[in-house]
């Protein structure tokens, strides 16, 4: 069996950058990319280059934060249109940037199925806006929660454990407990999850 015959079997998954992102996550493996809009067509061209070889394709128009588009319904359906013999999933991603700022957003991931949306924390306000180099990201992390909570999505918290954040770690898991956040869950029947990382920088 040559290469091409074994492909044929595999499954793809083709995650493109076609918009950006609003942060700049120190801890991001892609690093500080500029936020180009690539030009249309671009994802049909790199769909039809694999298609030959893979038996299914699930396409993402994101590496980094989903949803950076203003257009992300139509962008959705065409993501899953390019998909080949497959449906691109929603995992737990979404864009916090987006849920603070878009009324219409948070509707939009419970009509697509949206159950449980991840939320990245690496500290307090101080070390989290510096780690995610945007002002201001931490509270709209926690604001982002409550909008959630509001509209029965379950947050998960997730926080990167280093060094020098040690503490603040202990004092994000306390500000889980005061918000209530497993009792207001669990008053949807869904559950709250707080999970936490070593990374080195």
Known sequence: ???????AEK????AVDMYGCPNRCRHCWLGHM????MEDGVDEWIVDCFQPYFKRISFY????????????????RKDIA????????RYELASFWRIV???EYVPFLKEVGVKTVQLTFFGLEETT??????TGAFRELV???ELLIANEIAPRWQAFLYEENKEEIVALLKLSEELHLRERCRSFGAKFRFFCAYRRL
């Open 101 to 103: 700022r878009d009324p």
């Open 11 to 14: 499954d793809l998954s083709l």
């Open 61 to 76: 128009s994101w590496l980094r934060e989903p949803d950076f588009c203003d257009d992300y319904r139509e962008r959705w």
């Open 143 to 145: 604001q982002a929660t």
């Open 34 to 37: 500029p936020n180009r809009k």
């Open 82 to 89: 390019l998909s080949v013999q497959a449906v691109p999933e």
């Open 129 to 134: 806006d510096r780690f995610v180099g945007r």
């Open 1 to 7: 069996m040559n290469i091409r015959e074994k492909a």
